[in-house]
């Protein structure tokens, strides 16, 4: 059994989401402790909760301690199958953090996987839903992972009440990728949405980002919803840089008391650090695409501002499970990070 102690580094759900992934994906049993002992409400809320219950019912595991505030919980794998699975965490927790967990599993089932989940589209401290559908999943499939998503409606804090539905088709392998020089960036892609708000927000949005246009071909897609398509009222900023093979993505989520411009200048103004400082992976991909790399059919390499704390936990976690090994080098102001994958994993 492997011990993980979830107050490691950032000591977030993260560990926790992952862990268990990997638990599923590799067989092997795994007890978690000191979950989150490190942030202000300790142990499990909602959204882990729905996190671990989903690979559990993927890998037909047995789980203990599994309750709200739990500290520890033991994690005991089964057999990874497909089907279909409908998870609602009850809150407005992260649709995009539960299904962080699910697609690692869900790829080497074996058989195809239509997952529906339930919760926040768009909240703070995750991926909005517009990242992970047009900033990581590109991503995921160039590197062989072969998944769709719909977003059947939007859900904000504290309601959320979001809907999405994903098909996670098997996976024999992926691949190794070499992505070290950044190419010029040919096009930028923005996807701004408000549900529930009045119109001229999202106009100004959109027109806080006009000066990408002198950066490259931009075009800005736009969203104004009622309550019909979304819950509760909320929005965000997703930006993506296409360079060659390479996509850098931004995001800033809208908030009260900040105008409507400044959240699309700070999403513009994160995506051009990336570009100017020559990544070919951006801070939050970097951290979310490691594990793939990690079971990869070969070698990888990739180029980040910096190595956040996230990356340096995941880095930590998936040596405990693979033998997996990964080598960090300093560049002229940025970070270059190399991955020799492990095969010890199980299709």
């Known amino acids: 059994m492997i011990e993980i102690d979830g107050g490691y580094g950032e000591g977030g759900g993260q560990i926790l989401r992952m862990a268990v992934a990997f638990s599923a994906l590799t067989g092997k049993d795994v007890r978690i402790f000191n ?31 599994l309750h709200k505030g739990s500290l520890e919980v033991h994690f005991v794998p089964g057999e990874l199958s497909g089907g279909d699975f409908r998870f609602d965490i009850g809150t407005a927790g992260s649709v995009t953090l539960v299904l962080q967990a699910c697609l690692l599993p869900a790829l080497s089932s074996g058989r195809g996987c239509r997952i529906s989940v339930t919760g926040g589209t768009d909240v703070k401290w995750s991926p909005p839903w517009d990242y992970f559908e047009h900033v990581f999943l590109p991503v995921l499939r160039r590197i062989g992972g072969d998944v769709t998503v719909e977003k059947v409606r939007r859900g904000y804090y504290p309601r959320g009440g979001g809907h999405i539905r994903v098909t996670v088709n098997p996976c024999k392998e992926l691949s190794g990728q070499e992505w070290t020089d950044l190419p010029p960036v040919e ?97 939050h991909l970097s951290d979310q695409i490691l594990p793939y790399l990690a079971i990869a059919d070969g070698p990888s390499a990739f180029v980040v501002k910096e190595i956040t704390g996230h990356v340096k936990t995941h880095m930590w976690l998936l040596e405990k499970f693979l033998d997996v090994s990964f080598q960090t080098r300093k560049l002229d102001g940025r970070w270059r990070i190399e991955i020799q994958p492990s095969r010890t994993w199980r299709v």
């Open 35 to 65: 979950i989150r002992a490190n942030r202000p409400k300790p142990g499990l809320a909602n959204q882990h909760l729905t996190s671990i219950r989903s690979v559990a019912e993927l890998s037909s595991a047995k789980v203990e301690n």
């Open 187 to 283: 096009r930028i892609d923005g996807f701004v949405h408000v549900g529930n708000l009045p119109g001229h927000i999202l106009e100004r949005m959109e027109g806080a980002l006009s000066g990408l246009e002198d950066v490259a071909e931009t075009t800005i897609r736009t969203e104004s919803l009622k309550e019909d398509r979304a819950t509760g009222q909320g929005g965000a900023v997703v930006l993506r840089a296409v360079a060659g093979d390479i996509i850098l993505g931004s995001d800033a989520l809208a908030e009260r008391g900040v105008k409507a411009e400044e959240v699309a200048r700070n999403a513009a103004d994160a995506l051009l650090r990336e570009r100017d400082a020559g990544a070919t992976a951006d801070t």
